[in-house]
């Protein structure tokens, strides 16, 4: 109110100035005013609630029917297309997913096969149960054909994994010769008593090797004594060390 | 004062309540309050004249709202809604334009 007092400009005086008559209704109120408070109230509600309108959706409000259609349509045929590409990027999920557990199981498959080969090679160390063969020499030296014997009826008996003396590790190219107060294995001169590691089914392993003119007969005739120990678990340390054959190649065509 | 105080109150009942508008009646409230503002401008001015009468200020907004949206409510019957909301603008905003004019010249001499 203080701020609203006439201006002390003066003015041509007899008809009062605009400037004058708004003052004198700033400073005295009336039914008049009352009414146009009123109006002036719908105004400024009607007026926000237009800009409040138009703020909440003013993308879409001033367009026309056929606009509107055009959008949807625009926007049905957007989100098809999005679905076609979910559906292809699905089906190319799926098919890497297959293909990926079938790689994993040709992988696991191989691994699994180099395991076998490896312990059929002797090129990893291995345990498992089976038995410990003690031969002895007491009356005379064990002949060489016994003790191959020996490792023949092992090796038919299903044995996994042989080593002789915790030194030398059987295998499919494994040469047996005599040797100077022993034998010689794969070129390791060794000495009695001679110790055979043998993984396999123990019960198996002893079966072949305990029947009439069997290896332990045979041993027992050249004057060896013979301990058979059935393990639940040996380890086979020794290892022979893996080459590549020279001359052989697999034949992939078969 | 009373007036600016009732201003300013419909504008806070408006920011406080934010209405939803009635979809029937959406195209024609910018309309109306572009005619009822051309009403208050006209009434400004009156009242600087020294002619102000509250009676024919309540029948000008009155109107000047009813016929505003007759003629939009005219224009989307005949398919020319657009075309007449713009017209019915360019006619208010000349008029409002020519009242802030006058009570210009009232309240500065310029």
Do not use: C, W
Request: aromatic residues 6%; negative net charge.
């Amino acid at each position: 109110m203080t701020d609203s007092s006439p201006d002390p400009t003066p003015t041509p005086a007899a008809p009062r100035t605009g400037r004058q008559r708004l003052s004198d209704a700033l400073l005295r109120p009336s039914r008049a005013q009352v009414v146009v408070a009123v109006l002036l109230g719908i105004v400024g509600f009607a007026a926000i609630t237009q800009v409040r309108a138009y703020e909440v959706d003013d993308t879409y409000a001033g367009y026309r029917e056929q606009a509107l259609i055009d959008v949807l349509n625009g926007l049905a045929g957007t989100s098809q297309r999005a679905q076609a590409e979910i559906t292809r990027l699905e089906r190319a999920r799926d098919d890497l997913q297959s293909s990926t557990s079938s790689r994993q199981a040709a992988l696991d498959q191989a691994r699994q096969q180099a395991d076998t080969l490896d312990i059929l090679a002797g090129t990893v160390p291995v345990t498992g149960p089976g038995i410990r063969i003690t031969v002895e020499e007491v009356d005379g030296p064990a002949d060489i054909d016994s003790l191959l014997d020996t490792v023949q009826e092992l090796r038919n008996s299903g044995a996994e994994a042989m080593q002789i003396n915790g030194e030398v590790r059987v295998v499919a190219q494994t040469a047996f010769e005599d040797g100077v107060g022993g034998i010689v294995v794969d070129g390791t001169p060794l000495s009695p008593p001679y110790v055979i590691d043998v993984i396999g089914e123990p019960s198996t392993l002893v079966g072949g090797l305990n029947f009439a003119a069997g290896p332990i007969d045979q041993l027992e005739e050249d004057g060896a004594t013979v301990d058979v120990d059935e393990l639940q678990s040996i380890d086979i340390e020794s290892i022979v060390p893996a080459t590549r054959s020279e001359f052989a190649e697999p034949n992939t065509e078969q | 004062m009373i007036a600016a105080f009732g201003l300013l109150v419909g504008v806070l009942l408006g920011l406080f309540f934010r209405p939803d508008v009635p979809l029937g009646l959406e195209p024609y409230l910018p309309i109306a309050v572009v005619a009822a503002l051309d009403a208050v401008f006209g009434g400004l001015r009156a009242y600087l004249d020294g002619i102000f009468d509250d009676k024919v200020f309540v029948v000008s907004f009155v109107s000047n709202v009813v016929i505003a949206a007759a003629i939009v409510y005219l224009g989307d019957r005949l398919g020319v809604g657009g075309q007449l909301s713009t017209g019915v603008i360019v006619v208010l905003g000349i008029r409002i334009f020519s009242n802030v004019a006058a009570i210009r010249r009232h309240l500065f001499h310029a």
